[in-house]
């Protein structure tokens, strides 16, 4: 699977319409899924970018409405494309203040929205298993009042699916929620329905403890946090990366979090050789993100479509290591090899010569 994420913060207002127009140039270079923001409206309206969820059923949004966002799905559906909602499920902004008599005090926990009210019933009441109180808005409380929210946001995600057409899903933020909601969760679309979680954490064992226990698919933050230092340090070992797990794991080089800011004043974002990265993470077997704007706006797309052609050229085939130390990651698969040469000195390879910081792609015969 090789998605797009087709967004990045402070995207274009009518974002749907702006996609919708270039659709076809997508469908064309190999993505089979594009991953949308949040479709439905937020605290901050027409400035929000939905992580401020403040309506679930409203999806008017800076992005567009109801209409241009099922206009755009079925442009995508119509290119045999899948389209990915991000789904925010933990917290909520936005509500008018109600007297709270587990806090007793004023809290911003009344929802009036007619198809899924709220009230302080159903955000955190400090009973653990959740990072309670977060600083983001109102955490909610699935266990509450009859499993009233944990019904209502699969009913809501269902409804996504079957009425808005949406295909799979991102989960927003999995660190602060319960395990236990987000197996359940899981396991309500797990037959038909393709998911991957964000759980920010570089950790890789922690990673695997919570895909045993919600048997979903992560993105791989260890490989993320590695493949970094690989691209902005030639001494940086090789053999590192193929120690960190690969199973149910999505790959990825960036997202709209790690660059918020300008790309060269974030500390997390990749800003040199990150060609060698998606080298990397696009000739795997794992699912691969490639970000908005690493196609769209920074100099990598004529290497990304080189990459993305080796993707599906030789994904039917099995990976082979043919060389690995400090330096070169040789792989190959059938005829085709990818080398990359992280060291300063040049590697030679039969005829081939690979420079320093770089890759090379070639065909066997």
Not at 117 to 131: V, Y
């Amino acid at each position: 699977m090789l998605i797009l994420q087709a967004f990045y913060w402070n995207c274009l207002d009518n974002w749907w319409e702006e996609i919708n127009s270039i659709a076809d140039e997508i469908a064309v270079k190999g993505f089979d899924t594009v991953w949308l923001p949040p479709p439905s409206k937020g605290m901050d309206g027409k400035n929000s970018m939905g992580y401020d969820i403040k309506e679930h059923y409203n999806l008017d949004s800076k992005f567009g409405n109801k209409k241009t966002l099922k206009k755009l799905i079925n442009k995508f559906h119509e290119n045999n494309i899948d389209v990915m909602a991000d789904l925010v499920l933990g917290h909520m902004l936005g509500g008018k203040k109600e007297w709270n008599p587990h806090f007793e005090k004023k809290t911003y926990t009344r929802f009036k929205e007619k198809n899924f009210p709220k009230n302080h019933m159903h955000f955190c009441h400090e009973c653990g298993g959740c990072s309670s109180r977060n600083s983001f808005g109102e955490t909610i409380c699935y266990y509450s009042d009859q499993e009233y929210m944990k019904n209502e946001l699969i009913k809501w995600a269902d409804w996504l699916k079957k009425d808005i057409g949406f295909d799979s899903f991102r989960l927003d933020n999995l660190k602060d929620m319960r395990w236990d909601f987000t197996k359940e969760f899981v396991d309500q679309f797990r037959d038909n329905t393709f998911m991957v979680g964000e759980y920010w954490n570089g950790d890789d064992r922690t990673l695997q403890e919570f895909i045993d226990h919600s048997q979903i698919n992560l993105f791989n933050f260890p490989l993320y946090y590695s493949i970094k230092e690989m691209c902005m340090d030639p001494f940086f070992p090789m053999q590192s990366i193929e120690g960190i797990s690969k199973e149910n794991k999505v790959n990825f080089l960036s997202n709209h979090d790690i660059e918020r800011e300008e790309r060269d004043f974030n500390k997390d974002a990749i800003i040199t050789n990150k060609e060698l990265g998606y080298a990397y993470i696009l000739f795997q077997d794992n699912p691969a993100v490639i970000y908005w704007n690493d196609y769209f706006k920074y100099d990598l797309k004529d290497k990304l479509d080189e990459l993305i052609n080796l993707r599906k050229n030789s994904s039917h085939q099995p990976l082979e290591i043919v060389n690995l130390n400090d330096d070169i990651y040789h792989a190959r698969r059938g005829r085709y090899n990818l080398i990359i040469n992280n060291g300063y000195d040049e590697y030679s390879y039969s005829t081939l010569k690979v420079k320093g910081r770089d890759y090379e792609i070639f065909i066997e015969d």
